[in-house]
Every structure is written in structure tokens, then in C-alpha cells.
């Protein structure tokens, strides 16, 4: 069987590079939301749903239900990285 007529061999499974990637971007705003101190935390707060509701929004679109895991991991994440710094401050 050649390569071309095996579909297996071109495909590339995505996985979980969605979800890792909105994560690394939700450490990144959440440094920098962090270092601005109590006003910080209420920008993180709103990043963090706006963040979350366009992951979801995309998920039909996109047709890769690893969308909906992202935007529920950022969502949960995010709301417990925003209580863990007020609790700290």
C-alpha cells in the first residue's frame, strides 16, 4: 500500500495542544494581571471569561470539542488563580 492510498499516515492528531496552549497563554495574562496587584485581579477576572466563552463559541465552529475542555480548564483555573492571589494580597 503506498502512502497515498493510506489516510492514516497524513493525519496528525491534535489532541491536547488546544488545551495546552490556552493554558501557557492563561500563565502568561495571569503574571501579568498578578504584578498590577487588586486591579489586576478584576482585569483577570474579566480576561478570564471573555477567555473562556470564545473557547467555547469556538468549539462548534471549529468542530474539535477540545475547545469546550480549554475554555472550562481556563474558566477554572483562571477563577482559582483569581481567588488564590486575593487570598495572598
Known sequence: MTPEQNPDTNKRPVYMGITGVNIIIL??????CGMLGEEGLIFQMVIVFIHAAVCVIIA???????????????????????????VML
Open 27 to 32: 500563565v502568561g495574562y495571569t503574571i501579568i
Open 60 to 86: 462548534p465552529f471549529a468542530r474539535k470539542w477540545e475547545w469546550v475542555l480549554a475554555g472550562i480548564l481556563v474558566l477554572i483555573i483562571g477563577m482559582s488563580s483569581c481567588y488564590g492571589l486575593a
